[in-house]
């Protein structure tokens, strides 16, 4: 029975019940140790009962370097069902497990996905309750996989329910985004109940007191406090602690201490060995103990007293996460050597064996630092870099040899690196730098520095690390590799810094079949001329990702920078083609840490060619994505990208929300401005213009065209904006300065659209006499550049022209072809627009039509193109990474938006 939870019992059952229905939920239990999280956790399993399947795994201190040690303790009961997964995530699950045979390496993203397709099977004949206790212990492989997996559920009949710890030397959980509930002491009524049900109702008053006060309504003190109070109160001067003169989890520790202390000396060992052995395995756990002269029956005393249980599974499971605790922490330093050398000794071959070999280690041992480095690189091959860099500087101690122990630090450096642990990774490069002069070293660890300072948001810092670090003697695939780390920095920090990197890049001696070489010589020929820089004609994208490929090229990842310098210079249709193939190639692959940035690019070319919709559809799967991931960057330039479409449709309410987000949307290490502020500018820039407020679109556009990311593809394409709106104002000349560089910018680029859009702006910028053949030879070469709303706005322009020139019969066939364009592409605010002036020639103009705008969300248009081209649910959540009940889910909500009662009517609808 709990007491005092009744609020937290109907949290849960809300939580249970929305999953009966198939709707998918996750929640969160924070507080003390001992405040009751386990409690409610079991009184969930208690109210699931028979109804739901029931899944359970808990974080273990001494398993949190051991690479999805709680994935897959939790998942095993559905390994039987690997087969059902589509083969990128059977294949990385099984990579994470230590099932493949060949040894793949786990793409952490793809495990993520894995889990969440077991869930949703082992969810398919009846609800799935997922409980996680101690998640604060989960090794951070395990826990990156089942938040990811959280985040993805919609519609599959998971409860997913974690708990937590706070308060304590444990590492607390970040705030992850779901539903929380932080419980905290019991009233002190409720507190009184539970100690008269635990201590009897004869307790004396004054122990009862003491012990309400000491326990302050943490319910396992109230559970244990009792045992060790003895039924007096203290005598005067007696050493007892007073209330608040130890934290209560210290007091809690030693009533532990004292519960285990009347213990026979075998069975504290055993449960010594139980608690040291990180999964409890009774088939583990009791060897150890007999290699130690202790035989199974001394687990009997233990299992008397309450203190532990053997499980159905053969697991020793402790009355509680601290009685582990406890018990190792009252262990002296040479028990503990001796416990994991025995657990060693019993082991197979493997990694858990080689830590518990490393934790009794006290000297360095050569052969288990290598074994040791080992284990790291098979955690850094199922990406758990955590653990990879643990085992890394572990080794490191354990290596006699100076030059080798170097080595392995700066391997951890880097490993830490990959997982984000930036302070870590800088002390260990200051320690590994401090140890060594190898020019290579130094190099590899500037690179780990200019990562945490990038990540921090010190994005100069950052980038003279790296093209300094380029700079010193190391082999040209090296210093290749930072240049392109370089030039992604110093596009946040101006456009000499990103001339400078390119300079440094086109000499670089690389060797005509080094797999970078083709990206190498593209990169600095696509956007030094769009700086105003001479450089070679690029060749085709696709001619360089063939070449790039056929020399060994990673893909899509080492072609992802490709696919984003096509826009730098206006090759937007190459975007399309490329960014299409290698979307498709990293869905095919699963390799979904890419997928946000090259559908970011893919968006943005879609945008530009009038295709809203499309654009809109891509963004928002590449925004969950990115959120699941954890890609800040990306998240705010989306979420931006976002916004601009809002802006285009005129949603006041949703642009400037999202503009907020985007805004907002900063790392947690990170002091740098959001990722996505020039977009943020463009869009808020555009909803004024579109809006008639021409000042604060000017005032928008001259900061973004003229600051320090006028380079930036969203600044170099707004000029056109801030010449619409500085005319309007009649200040041209705000605009002069942008325009000259967005000349040049149009030359270089040699595009039809973009001589286009200079002419529409030289046609505003006057001379009036010359402006009617600038607007005339606009719009000719529009007319096959496929860029509709670009071509409605500078028809636009040209009929309100005509009109102020009283040429109003002129005017109308423009400004009709301008409103039904906008109409077709809701963009309403320029449809309001051109209708006025429509109006303004003398012929009334059609009411607003409520046109052709989907009803679908973008999510259901996605799953019902892939449906009407007859992929089966199943094959529809490979490619989009859900689950098949969300799949499902989401066409029942979409036939009757579209009138339709079955897929069948899909392809004719849509």
């Given at each position: 029975m709990l007491y005092g939870r009744e609020d937290e019992q109907s949290v849960v059952a809300a939580l249970l019940e929305a999953a009966r229905e198939g709707r998918s939920g996750v929640l969160l239990l924070r507080g003390e140790p001992g405040i009751g999280k386990t409690a409610l956790l079991d009184h969930a399993v208690a109210l699931a009962g028979e109804t739901f399947r029931v899944i359970r795994a808990a974080g273990v201190e001494y398993e949190a370097e051991l690479p999805f040690a709680g994935l897959s303790l939790l998942l095993a009961p559905g390994l039987d069902r690997l087969h059902v997964l589509p083969g990128p995530q059977r294949r990385a699950l099984e990579a994470a497990f230590g099932l493949a045979e060949d040894r793949t390496?786990?793409?952490?993203?793809?495990?993520?996905?894995?889990?969440?397709?077991?869930?949703?099977?082992?969810?398919?004949?009846?609800?799935?309750?997922?409980?996680?206790?101690?998640?604060?212990?989960?090794?951070?492989?395990?826990?990156?996989?089942?938040?990811?997996?959280?985040?993805?559920?919609?519609?599959?009949?998971?409860?997913?329910?974690?708990?937590?710890?706070?308060?304590?030397?444990?590492?607390?959980?970040?705030?992850?985004?779901?539903?929380?509930?932080?419980?905290?002491?019991?009233?002190?009524?409720?507190?009184?109940?539970?100690?008269?049900?635990?201590?009897?109702?004869?307790?004396?008053?004054?122990?009862?007191?003491?012990?309400?006060?000491?326990?302050?309504?943490?319910?396992?003190?109230?559970?244990?406090?009792?045992?060790?109070?003895?039924?007096?109160?203290?005598?005067?001067?007696?050493?007892?602690?007073?209330?608040?003169?130890?934290?209560?989890?210290?007091?809690?520790?030693?009533?532990?201490?004292?519960?285990?202390?009347?213990l026979p000396p075998a069975t504290q060992t055993l449960l010594l060995v139980a608690a040291a052995e990180e999964s409890g395995e009774l088939d583990v756990v009791l060897p150890a103990a007999a290699a130690l002269g202790i035989p199974a029956e001394h687990l009997g005393p233990a299992e008397e007293s309450g203190l532990a249980a053997v499980t159905p599974e053969r697991r020793i499971a402790f009355r509680h996460p601290l009685l582990r605790a406890a018990i190792l922490q009252r262990a002296p330093h040479h028990q503990r050597l001796a416990i994991h050398q025995a657990i060693a000794g019993v082991l197979p071959d493997g990694d858990r064996r080689t830590w518990h070999q490393a934790l009794?280690?006290?000297?360095?041992?050569?052969?288990?630092?290598?074994?040791?480095?080992?284990?790291?690189?098979?955690?850094?091959?199922?990406?758990?870099?955590?653990?990879?860099?643990?085992?890394?500087?572990?080794a490191a101690r354990l290596t006699p040899d100076r030059d080798a122990a170097t080595r392995r630090l700066v391997l951890a450096a880097e490993a830490a690196t990959e997982e984000g642990r930036l302070a870590q990774a800088e002390a260990l490069a200051d320690e590994a730098g401090a140890r060594t002069d190898d020019a290579l070293a130094h190099a590899l660890l500037d690179q780990v520095r200019a990562t945490a300072h990038f990540w921090r948001g010190s994005h100069p810092t950052a980038y003279r690390l790296l093209l300094d670090a380029a700079g010193t003697a190391i082999e040209a695939p090296y210093a290749a590799r930072m240049l392109f780390q370089a030039f992604h920095t110093a596009w946040y920090v101006g456009e000499e810094p990103v001339v400078a990197v390119l300079d440094r890049l086109a000499a670089l001696p690389l060797a005509d079949d080094d797999p970078l070489t083709p990206l190498a010589r593209h990169l600095p020929a696509a956007v030094l001329p769009a700086l105003g820089r001479l450089a070679a004609r690029p060749p085709a994208a696709g001619d360089t990702a063939a070449a790039a490929r056929k020399a060994g090229a990673e893909t899509p990842v080492d072609l992802v920078q490709l696919c984003g310098a096509t826009l730098?210079?206006?090759?937007?249709?190459?975007?399309?083609?490329?960014?299409?193939?290698?979307?498709?190639?990293?869905?095919?692959?699963?390799?979904?840490?890419?997928?946000?940035?090259?559908?970011?690019?893919?968006?943005?070319?879609?945008?530009?060619?009038?295709?809203?919709?499309?654009?809109?559809?891509?963004?928002?799967?590449?925004?969950?994505?990115?959120?699941?991931?954890?890609?800040?960057?990306?998240?705010?330039?989306?979420?931006?990208?976002?916004?601009?479409?809002?802006?285009?449709?005129g949603a006041t309410d949703r642009c400037t929300r999202l503009a907020a987000e985007a805004l907002a949307a900063t790392g947690p290490q990170t002091a740098a401005p959001a990722a996505g502020r020039p977009w943020v500018h463009w869009a808020l820039a555009l909803l004024d213009l579109g809006h008639g407020r021409a000042g604060d679109a000017a005032d928008r556009l001259h900061t973004l065209t003229t600051g320090p990311h006028r380079h930036h593809v969203s600044a170099t394409r707004a000029v056109p904006d801030l010449v619409e709106a500085a005319v309007r104002?009649?200040?041209?000349?705000?605009?002069?300065?942008?325009?000259?560089?967005?000349?040049?910018?149009?030359?270089?680029?040699?595009?039809?659209?973009?001589?286009?859009?200079?002419?529409?702006?030289?046609?505003?910028?006057?001379?009036?006499?010359?402006?009617?053949?600038?607007?005339r030879a606009a719009l000719d070469l529009h007319e096959n550049a496929h860029r509709p709303f670009e071509q409605a706005r500078t028809a636009l322009l040209y009929g309100e022209w005509l009109r102020r020139s009283r040429r109003r019969t002129d005017a109308r066939p423009h400004l009709r072809a301008a409103l039904e364009t906008f109409e077709r592409l809701a963009a309403h605010p320029w449809a309001a627009r051109a209708r006025a002036e429509l109006t303004a020639t003398g012929t009334p103009a059609p009411a607003p039509t409520d046109t052709p705008h989907s009803p679908l969300t973008p999510q259901e248009l996605q799953i019902a193109r892939l449906a009407a081209q007859g992929l089966t649910n199943r094959e529809i959540a490979a490619q989009l990474f859900l689950s098949p009940r969300t799949v499902a889910h989401h066409l029942y909500k979409a036939y009757p938006k579209l009138d339709i009662t079955s897929r069948t009517d899909l392809p004719t609808t849509l």
């Open positions: 390496p786990a793409d952490r993203l793809l495990v993520g996905l894995a889990t969440l397709g077991l869930l949703a099977e082992l969810a398919t004949e009846q609800p799935l309750l997922c409980i996680i206790d101690d998640a604060q212990w989960l090794d951070d492989a395990s826990l990156d996989a089942l938040l990811l997996a959280a985040r993805r559920l919609q519609a599959e009949g998971v409860a997913l329910l974690f708990a937590t710890r706070t308060g304590s030397a444990a590492p607390e959980l970040p705030n992850t985004g779901f539903p929380e509930l932080r419980l905290t002491g019991l009233s002190e009524p409720d507190a009184a109940r539970l100690l008269e049900h635990r201590a009897g109702p004869d307790l004396p008053a004054a122990v009862r007191d003491r012990l309400l006060a000491e326990a302050a309504g943490n319910p396992l003190a109230l559970t244990e406090l009792p045992v060790t109070a003895g039924a007096q109160p203290p005598a005067t001067g007696s050493s007892a602690p007073a209330p608040g003169g130890l934290p209560l989890t210290s007091r809690l520790l030693i009533a532990f201490h004292g519960q285990v202390t009347g009794a280690a006290t000297a360095p041992d050569a052969a288990l630092a290598e074994a040791l480095e080992r284990t790291a690189v098979r955690a850094e091959a199922r990406g758990a870099h955590g653990g990879a860099a643990a085992a890394y500087e572990r730098i210079l206006g090759r937007d249709d190459e975007t399309a083609e490329l960014g299409g193939e290698l979307v498709a190639e990293a869905r095919a692959k699963g390799t979904i840490g890419v997928m946000p940035t090259l559908q970011f690019f893919l968006a943005e070319a879609e945008l530009f060619h009038g295709r809203h919709r499309d654009a809109e559809v891509t963004a928002t799967e590449a925004l969950a994505l990115a959120r699941d991931t954890g890609q800040h960057q990306w998240v705010s330039q989306l979420t931006a990208l976002l916004a601009y479409l809002a802006a285009l449709d104002l009649g200040t041209p000349e705000r605009a002069a300065e942008p325009y000259e560089r967005f000349a040049r910018w149009t030359a270089a680029a040699d595009r039809p659209w973009t001589e286009a859009l200079r002419l529409r702006c030289q046609a505003l910028l006057g001379p009036d006499e010359l402006a009617e053949s600038a607007y």
